[in-house]
Protein backbone atom coordinates (compact mmCIF):
# COMPACT_ATOMS: atom_id res chain seq x y z
CA UNK A 1 0.00 0.00 0.00
CA UNK A 2 1.20 3.30 -1.25
CA UNK A 3 1.37 5.93 1.85
CA UNK A 4 -1.02 8.51 1.98
CA UNK A 5 0.30 11.46 -0.57
CA UNK A 6 3.16 9.26 -2.08
CA UNK A 7 3.01 7.61 -5.58
CA UNK A 8 4.60 4.79 -7.01
CA UNK A 9 5.59 5.50 -10.26
CA UNK A 10 8.29 3.87 -12.74
CA UNK A 11 11.92 5.84 -12.36
CA UNK A 12 12.26 7.04 -16.14
CA UNK A 13 8.91 9.15 -15.14
CA UNK A 14 11.21 11.14 -12.95
CA UNK A 15 14.43 10.83 -13.73
CA UNK A 16 16.50 10.31 -16.68
CA UNK A 17 18.47 6.82 -16.82
CA UNK A 18 21.89 7.57 -18.60
CA UNK A 19 24.67 4.71 -19.81
CA UNK A 20 27.94 5.37 -19.78
CA UNK A 21 30.85 5.46 -22.35
CA UNK A 22 32.25 2.06 -23.59
CA UNK A 23 36.30 1.37 -23.79
CA UNK A 24 38.43 0.72 -26.44
CA UNK A 25 37.44 2.84 -28.91
CA UNK A 26 39.82 3.65 -31.90
CA UNK A 27 40.52 5.46 -34.71
CA UNK A 28 38.66 8.53 -32.88
CA UNK A 29 39.18 12.13 -34.91
CA UNK A 30 39.78 14.46 -32.38
CA UNK A 31 40.45 12.75 -29.19
CA UNK A 32 40.37 14.14 -25.43
CA UNK A 33 41.40 12.59 -22.98
CA UNK A 34 39.11 12.71 -19.60
CA UNK A 35 38.81 10.84 -16.09
CA UNK A 36 35.92 8.78 -15.90
CA UNK A 37 34.78 6.14 -13.33
CA UNK A 38 34.84 2.66 -12.88
CA UNK A 39 32.31 -0.02 -11.25
CA UNK A 40 35.40 0.04 -8.49
CA UNK A 41 34.26 3.85 -8.00
CA UNK A 42 30.86 3.38 -7.37
CA UNK A 43 30.92 1.88 -3.61
CA UNK A 44 27.66 0.92 -1.60
CA UNK A 45 26.97 4.42 -0.29
CA UNK A 46 29.96 6.48 -1.06
CA UNK A 47 32.43 7.01 -4.64
CA UNK A 48 35.99 5.79 -4.03
CA UNK A 49 38.31 8.41 -6.14
CA UNK A 50 41.66 6.63 -4.69
CA UNK A 51 42.20 5.64 -7.97
CA UNK A 52 40.06 7.54 -11.23
CA UNK A 53 41.61 6.23 -14.36
CA UNK A 54 41.50 8.20 -18.06
CA UNK A 55 39.94 7.07 -21.11
CA UNK A 56 40.03 9.09 -24.68
CA UNK A 57 36.70 9.98 -26.46
CA UNK A 58 35.75 11.92 -28.97
CA UNK A 59 35.69 15.88 -27.78
CA UNK A 60 31.80 16.29 -29.15
CA UNK A 61 30.69 13.29 -27.06
CA UNK A 62 31.84 15.42 -24.24
CA UNK A 63 28.63 16.20 -23.22
CA UNK A 64 27.21 13.27 -23.60
CA UNK A 65 28.56 11.08 -21.15
CA UNK A 66 29.83 13.96 -18.53
CA UNK A 67 28.56 13.37 -15.27
CA UNK A 68 26.59 16.39 -13.93
CA UNK A 69 26.70 16.89 -9.86
CA UNK A 70 23.02 15.70 -8.55
CA UNK A 71 23.46 12.17 -10.75
CA UNK A 72 22.42 9.32 -8.80
CA UNK A 73 25.68 6.19 -9.56
CA UNK A 74 24.48 2.60 -9.84
CA UNK A 75 26.17 0.09 -10.87
CA UNK A 76 25.06 -2.34 -13.85
CA UNK A 77 26.62 -5.80 -11.59
CA UNK A 78 28.87 -7.29 -8.90
CA UNK A 79 27.88 -8.90 -5.33
CA UNK A 80 24.44 -10.17 -5.08
CA UNK A 81 23.93 -7.34 -2.13
CA UNK A 82 26.01 -4.54 -3.65
CA UNK A 83 23.65 -4.92 -6.83
CA UNK A 84 22.72 -1.22 -8.14
CA UNK A 85 25.14 0.24 -5.06
CA UNK A 86 25.90 3.74 -5.56
CA UNK A 87 25.58 7.35 -4.58
CA UNK A 88 25.03 11.13 -5.41
CA UNK A 89 28.15 12.54 -7.64
CA UNK A 90 29.03 15.79 -6.30
CA UNK A 91 31.31 17.10 -9.12
CA UNK A 92 34.51 16.36 -7.31
CA UNK A 93 35.86 16.09 -10.84
CA UNK A 94 35.31 17.95 -13.61
CA UNK A 95 35.07 16.75 -16.30
CA UNK A 96 34.32 13.49 -15.41
CA UNK A 97 33.10 10.42 -17.07
CA UNK A 98 31.29 7.40 -16.46
CA UNK A 99 31.91 4.01 -17.80
CA UNK A 100 28.94 1.70 -19.43
CA UNK A 101 28.80 -0.48 -16.78
CA UNK A 102 27.86 2.69 -14.43
CA UNK A 103 24.62 4.02 -14.92
CA UNK A 104 24.23 7.82 -14.42
CA UNK A 105 20.47 8.65 -13.07
CA UNK A 106 19.97 12.20 -13.29
CA UNK A 107 16.79 13.44 -11.04
CA UNK A 108 14.28 15.45 -12.15
CA UNK A 109 14.83 18.14 -9.76
CA UNK A 110 11.43 19.17 -9.58
CA UNK A 111 10.11 15.85 -8.84
CA UNK A 112 12.59 13.75 -7.13
CA UNK A 113 15.99 14.49 -4.61
CA UNK A 114 19.11 13.11 -5.57
CA UNK A 115 20.08 11.83 -2.34
CA UNK A 116 16.27 10.95 -1.76
CA UNK A 117 16.79 8.78 -4.68
CA UNK A 118 20.43 7.20 -3.61
CA UNK A 119 18.82 6.12 -0.27
CA UNK A 120 15.85 4.30 -1.69
CA UNK A 121 18.23 2.59 -4.18
CA UNK A 122 20.48 1.37 -1.73
CA UNK A 123 17.64 0.52 0.59
CA UNK A 124 16.09 -3.10 1.36
CA UNK A 125 13.14 -2.00 -0.76
CA UNK A 126 15.70 -0.91 -3.49
CA UNK A 127 17.88 -4.14 -3.16
CA UNK A 128 15.01 -6.63 -3.37
CA UNK A 129 13.71 -4.77 -6.60
CA UNK A 130 17.00 -4.88 -7.97
CA UNK A 131 17.51 -8.45 -7.00
CA UNK A 132 14.25 -9.89 -8.07
CA UNK A 133 15.12 -8.97 -11.88
CA UNK A 134 18.89 -9.70 -11.96
CA UNK A 135 20.92 -11.83 -13.91
CA UNK A 136 22.45 -14.09 -12.31
CA UNK A 137 25.77 -15.70 -12.51
CA UNK A 138 27.37 -17.75 -9.55
CA UNK A 139 27.55 -14.85 -7.00
CA UNK A 140 27.49 -11.98 -9.14
CA UNK A 141 24.11 -10.63 -10.67
CA UNK A 142 23.73 -7.69 -13.48
CA UNK A 143 20.96 -6.00 -14.33
CA UNK A 144 20.28 -3.68 -17.42
CA UNK A 145 18.98 -0.01 -18.07
CA UNK A 146 15.39 -0.66 -18.84
CA UNK A 147 15.07 -2.46 -15.55
CA UNK A 148 16.61 1.00 -13.76
CA UNK A 149 14.00 2.94 -15.72
CA UNK A 150 11.24 0.24 -14.51
CA UNK A 151 12.12 0.62 -10.95
CA UNK A 152 9.12 1.56 -8.85
CA UNK A 153 10.04 4.80 -7.26
CA UNK A 154 8.25 5.32 -3.82
CA UNK A 155 7.48 9.38 -4.42
CA UNK A 156 6.80 11.67 -1.46
CA UNK A 157 6.34 15.39 -1.92
CA UNK A 158 9.60 16.90 -2.33
CA UNK A 159 9.58 18.77 0.88
CA UNK A 160 9.31 15.30 2.41
CA UNK A 161 12.02 13.78 0.63
CA UNK A 162 14.24 16.34 1.54
CA UNK A 163 13.73 15.72 5.42
CA UNK A 164 14.16 12.37 4.83
CA UNK A 165 17.59 12.61 3.31
CA UNK A 166 18.38 15.29 5.51
CA UNK A 167 17.97 12.73 8.63
CA UNK A 168 19.61 10.02 6.78
CA UNK A 169 22.45 12.20 6.37
CA UNK A 170 22.98 13.06 9.91
CA UNK A 171 23.43 9.12 10.21
CA UNK A 172 25.53 8.50 7.51
CA UNK A 173 27.83 11.56 9.35
CA UNK A 174 27.63 9.78 12.83
CA UNK A 175 28.88 6.42 10.60
CA UNK A 176 31.45 8.49 8.90
CA UNK A 177 33.05 10.16 12.00
CA UNK A 178 32.75 6.67 14.15
CA UNK A 179 34.30 4.86 10.70
CA UNK A 180 37.62 7.16 11.17
CA UNK A 181 37.56 7.33 14.61
CA UNK A 182 38.08 3.56 14.53
CA UNK A 183 40.95 3.82 11.87
CA UNK A 184 42.88 6.18 14.14
CA UNK A 185 42.58 3.69 16.88
CA UNK A 186 43.45 0.50 14.69
CA UNK A 187 46.55 2.55 13.11
CA UNK A 188 47.42 3.85 16.85
CA UNK A 189 47.26 0.66 17.73
CA UNK A 190 49.55 -0.77 15.38
CA UNK A 191 52.34 2.20 16.02
CA UNK A 192 52.39 1.32 19.67
CA UNK A 193 52.91 -2.59 18.74
CA UNK A 194 56.02 -1.57 16.87
CA UNK A 195 57.66 0.66 19.51
CA UNK A 196 56.47 -1.54 22.35
CA UNK A 197 57.00 -4.96 21.09
CA UNK A 198 60.43 -4.43 19.45
CA UNK A 199 61.54 -2.54 22.51
CA UNK A 200 61.82 1.12 21.22
CA UNK A 201 59.55 2.44 23.60
CA UNK A 202 59.65 1.24 27.46
CA UNK A 203 57.38 1.07 30.20
CA UNK A 204 59.89 0.58 33.09
CA UNK A 205 62.04 3.02 34.31
CA UNK A 206 65.39 1.54 32.29
CA UNK A 207 68.34 3.19 31.64
CA UNK A 208 69.34 3.30 28.02
CA UNK A 209 69.46 -0.01 26.96
CA UNK A 210 71.84 -0.87 23.78
CA UNK A 211 70.08 -2.67 21.05
CA UNK A 212 71.45 -6.22 19.34
CA UNK A 213 70.32 -8.17 16.31
CA UNK A 214 67.46 -11.35 17.12
CA UNK A 215 66.30 -13.70 15.66
CA UNK A 216 63.12 -13.27 16.12
CA UNK A 217 60.99 -11.46 13.26
CA UNK A 218 62.27 -7.73 14.42
CA UNK A 219 65.70 -7.23 13.52
CA UNK A 220 66.43 -5.78 16.77
CA UNK A 221 65.62 -6.11 20.71
CA UNK A 222 67.06 -4.28 23.53
CA UNK A 223 69.85 -6.16 24.73
CA UNK A 224 68.30 -6.65 28.59
CA UNK A 225 65.67 -8.60 26.55
CA UNK A 226 65.75 -12.66 25.96
CA UNK A 227 64.41 -14.60 23.17
CA UNK A 228 63.07 -17.99 23.55
CA UNK A 229 61.11 -20.57 21.10
CA UNK A 230 57.60 -21.06 21.50
CA UNK A 231 57.87 -24.94 22.74
CA UNK A 232 60.30 -23.94 25.49
CA UNK A 233 57.23 -21.44 27.19
CA UNK A 234 53.84 -24.06 25.73
CA UNK A 235 53.16 -26.98 27.75
CA UNK A 236 50.97 -28.08 24.82
CA UNK A 237 51.38 -27.51 20.85
CA UNK A 238 49.18 -29.43 18.72
CA UNK A 239 46.49 -29.86 16.10
CA UNK A 240 43.28 -31.14 15.49
CA UNK A 241 40.85 -33.77 13.24
CA UNK A 242 38.25 -34.22 11.68
CA UNK A 243 34.94 -35.85 13.91
CA UNK A 244 34.22 -37.83 11.11
CA UNK A 245 36.93 -39.44 10.90
CA UNK A 246 36.37 -40.97 14.10
CA UNK A 247 33.05 -42.19 13.24
CA UNK A 248 31.22 -38.94 14.73
CA UNK A 249 28.38 -36.77 12.96
CA UNK A 250 27.57 -33.13 13.28
CA UNK A 251 25.38 -32.08 15.94
CA UNK A 252 23.07 -28.68 16.36
CA UNK A 253 24.05 -28.87 19.61
CA UNK A 254 27.08 -29.65 22.12
CA UNK A 255 30.78 -29.16 22.60
CA UNK A 256 31.92 -26.04 19.92
CA UNK A 257 34.11 -27.40 16.89
CA UNK A 258 36.33 -24.29 15.81
CA UNK A 259 37.00 -24.56 11.63
CA UNK A 260 39.78 -22.59 10.37
CA UNK A 261 37.09 -19.71 10.05
CA UNK A 262 36.86 -19.29 13.15
CA UNK A 263 40.04 -17.76 13.30
CA UNK A 264 39.62 -14.35 11.13
CA UNK A 265 41.82 -12.08 10.44
CA UNK A 266 40.83 -9.65 13.34
CA UNK A 267 40.26 -12.44 15.93
CA UNK A 268 37.72 -14.85 16.64
CA UNK A 269 34.42 -15.21 14.89
CA UNK A 270 31.58 -17.38 16.14
CA UNK A 271 29.90 -17.57 12.54
CA UNK A 272 32.52 -20.25 11.66
CA UNK A 273 31.42 -22.97 14.94
CA UNK A 274 29.67 -26.17 14.72
CA UNK A 275 28.97 -29.11 17.26
CA UNK A 276 30.13 -32.26 18.41
CA UNK A 277 28.39 -34.85 20.90
CA UNK A 278 30.65 -35.24 24.21
CA UNK A 279 31.91 -39.04 23.00
CA UNK A 280 33.71 -37.07 20.19
CA UNK A 281 35.19 -34.75 22.31
CA UNK A 282 36.72 -37.24 24.62
CA UNK A 283 37.06 -38.99 21.17
CA UNK A 284 39.85 -36.47 20.36
CA UNK A 285 40.61 -35.46 23.84
CA UNK A 286 44.34 -34.43 22.31
CA UNK A 287 42.86 -30.98 20.65
CA UNK A 288 40.51 -29.89 23.08
CA UNK A 289 40.96 -26.07 23.31
CA UNK A 290 40.46 -24.10 26.67
CA UNK A 291 39.84 -20.63 27.63
CA UNK A 292 42.96 -18.71 26.49
CA UNK A 293 44.44 -21.27 24.38
CA UNK A 294 46.16 -19.49 21.44
CA UNK A 295 44.45 -20.61 18.10
CA UNK A 296 46.66 -20.06 14.62
CA UNK A 297 45.80 -21.19 11.52
CA UNK A 298 48.15 -23.37 10.01
CA UNK A 299 46.43 -24.08 6.26
CA UNK A 300 45.13 -21.73 3.44
CA UNK A 301 45.49 -18.37 5.16
CA UNK A 302 48.21 -19.57 7.13
CA UNK A 303 49.10 -17.31 10.49
CA UNK A 304 45.99 -15.90 11.48
CA UNK A 305 45.66 -16.25 15.32
CA UNK A 306 43.16 -15.57 18.26
CA UNK A 307 42.39 -16.63 21.54
CA UNK A 308 39.64 -18.86 22.91
CA UNK A 309 37.00 -16.52 24.27
CA UNK A 310 35.81 -16.05 28.04
CA UNK A 311 32.42 -17.23 27.04
CA UNK A 312 33.46 -20.65 25.62
CA UNK A 313 35.21 -22.50 28.28
CA UNK A 314 36.21 -25.93 26.34
CA UNK A 315 36.02 -26.79 22.75
CA UNK A 316 37.50 -29.03 19.96
CA UNK A 317 39.32 -27.87 16.96
CA UNK A 318 40.14 -29.38 13.37
CA UNK A 319 43.33 -30.56 11.62
CA UNK A 320 43.51 -26.80 9.87
CA UNK A 321 44.33 -25.24 13.56
CA UNK A 322 47.08 -25.42 16.26
CA UNK A 323 46.48 -25.30 19.61
CA UNK A 324 48.69 -23.24 21.90
CA UNK A 325 48.59 -23.62 25.58
CA UNK A 326 51.22 -21.50 27.09
CA UNK A 327 53.00 -21.92 30.47
CA UNK A 328 51.78 -19.19 32.89
CA UNK A 329 54.39 -19.25 35.12
CA UNK A 330 56.80 -18.52 31.99
CA UNK A 331 55.22 -15.89 29.86
CA UNK A 332 52.29 -13.66 30.07
CA UNK A 333 49.97 -15.08 27.74
CA UNK A 334 48.77 -12.11 26.35
CA UNK A 335 52.02 -10.79 25.74
CA UNK A 336 52.39 -13.42 23.46
CA UNK A 337 49.28 -13.00 21.79
CA UNK A 338 49.96 -9.48 20.71
CA UNK A 339 53.27 -10.32 19.20
CA UNK A 340 52.06 -13.21 17.48
CA UNK A 341 49.30 -10.53 15.45
CA UNK A 342 51.68 -7.98 14.63
CA UNK A 343 52.18 -8.02 11.10
CA UNK A 344 55.98 -9.04 11.10
CA UNK A 345 55.10 -12.54 12.73
CA UNK A 346 52.09 -12.56 9.78
CA UNK A 347 54.77 -11.77 7.15
CA UNK A 348 56.57 -14.53 8.64
CA UNK A 349 54.24 -17.01 8.53
CA UNK A 350 53.77 -16.35 5.10
CA UNK A 351 57.40 -16.91 4.22
CA UNK A 352 57.76 -20.32 5.81
CA UNK A 353 54.88 -21.47 4.08
CA UNK A 354 55.15 -24.24 1.87
CA UNK A 355 52.99 -25.29 -0.89
CA UNK A 356 50.82 -23.28 -3.90
CA UNK A 357 48.06 -25.26 -3.96
CA UNK A 358 47.72 -26.15 -0.58
CA UNK A 359 49.47 -23.35 1.94
CA UNK A 360 50.67 -25.60 5.41
CA UNK A 361 52.88 -24.63 7.82
CA UNK A 362 53.89 -27.52 10.43
CA UNK A 363 53.42 -27.96 14.04
CA UNK A 364 57.50 -28.41 14.11
CA UNK A 365 57.36 -25.08 12.50
CA UNK A 366 55.04 -23.11 14.96
CA UNK A 367 57.03 -25.06 17.79
CA UNK A 368 60.27 -23.38 16.45
CA UNK A 369 58.84 -19.82 16.41
CA UNK A 370 61.06 -17.63 18.01
CA UNK A 371 59.68 -14.62 20.34
CA UNK A 372 60.78 -11.87 22.53
CA UNK A 373 61.38 -12.55 26.31
CA UNK A 374 60.93 -9.32 28.35
CA UNK A 375 61.22 -9.89 31.99
CA UNK A 376 57.37 -10.57 32.99
CA UNK A 377 56.83 -7.64 35.01
CA UNK A 378 57.42 -6.04 31.33
CA UNK A 379 55.37 -8.23 29.17
CA UNK A 380 52.84 -7.99 31.77
CA UNK A 381 52.65 -3.41 31.12
CA UNK A 382 52.86 -4.21 27.37
CA UNK A 383 49.66 -6.65 27.48
CA UNK A 384 48.03 -3.95 29.28
CA UNK A 385 48.74 -0.93 27.12
CA UNK A 386 47.67 -2.81 23.86
CA UNK A 387 44.73 -4.78 25.72
CA UNK A 388 43.44 -1.78 26.64
CA UNK A 389 43.73 -0.46 22.69
CA UNK A 390 41.82 -3.99 21.60
CA UNK A 391 39.08 -2.76 24.12
CA UNK A 392 38.75 0.88 22.62
CA UNK A 393 39.15 -0.75 19.24
CA UNK A 394 35.73 -3.58 20.02
CA UNK A 395 34.04 -0.94 21.35
CA UNK A 396 34.13 1.55 18.64
CA UNK A 397 33.32 -1.85 15.81
CA UNK A 398 30.61 -2.51 18.42
CA UNK A 399 29.25 1.20 18.22
CA UNK A 400 29.53 1.41 14.30
CA UNK A 401 27.54 -1.58 13.95
CA UNK A 402 24.98 -0.29 16.18
CA UNK A 403 24.83 2.47 13.96
CA UNK A 404 24.70 1.12 11.02
CA UNK A 405 21.74 -1.24 12.08
CA UNK A 406 19.92 1.63 13.27
CA UNK A 407 20.25 3.41 10.02
CA UNK A 408 18.99 0.63 8.40
CA UNK A 409 16.34 -0.10 10.06
CA UNK A 410 15.34 3.85 10.25
CA UNK A 411 15.59 3.58 6.31
CA UNK A 412 13.07 0.81 5.97
CA UNK A 413 10.83 2.96 8.08
CA UNK A 414 11.29 6.28 6.28
CA UNK A 415 11.55 5.55 2.53
CA UNK A 416 8.75 2.98 2.73
CA UNK A 417 6.56 5.72 4.55
CA UNK A 418 5.86 2.96 7.53
CA UNK A 419 7.80 6.10 9.72
CA UNK A 420 6.32 9.68 8.52
CA UNK A 421 8.29 12.76 9.15
CA UNK A 422 7.32 16.12 9.70
CA UNK A 423 7.92 18.88 7.44
CA UNK A 424 7.41 22.91 8.10
CA UNK A 425 5.17 24.30 5.61
CA UNK A 426 6.83 27.19 4.65
CA UNK A 427 5.41 30.73 5.77
Keep these: MV ?22 KTGLKDPVTVPYLRVANVQDGHINLDEVKEIE ?23 FDKLGRGDVWQGQIEPCLHQ ?12 IDSFFLAALAASYYGKTYFLSCAKRSTNL ?68 IKSRASKTPYATLPSDWGEIAMEEVSSFITKGATPTTYGFDWQ ?5 FLRSECVGEDGFKESGLA ?20 LITIT ?7 KLPDHICEANINQHIAKVTLNPQQVNTDFIYHCLRDIKYRNYFERITTGQAYPQISLVQVRDVVIPLPSREEQHKIANVL ?17 QQEKKALMQQLLTGKRRVKVEEAA
Aim: a positive charge.
Design 100 to 111: NHVFAVRPNSEM
Design 57 to 79: IERDKMDRFSLKKGDVLMNEGGD
Design 3 to 24: PKGWKRIPLEQVAEVRSGVAKG
Design 300 to 306: GNVGRIC
Design 252 to 256: DTGIP
Design 141 to 208: ASINSKQIKEFPALVPPLSEQKKIAKILSTWDKAISTTEQLLVNSQQQKKALMQQLLTGKKRLLDNNE
Design 275 to 294: FICDEAHEAMKRSKVFTGDL
Design 387 to 403: STADQEITALQQKLAAL
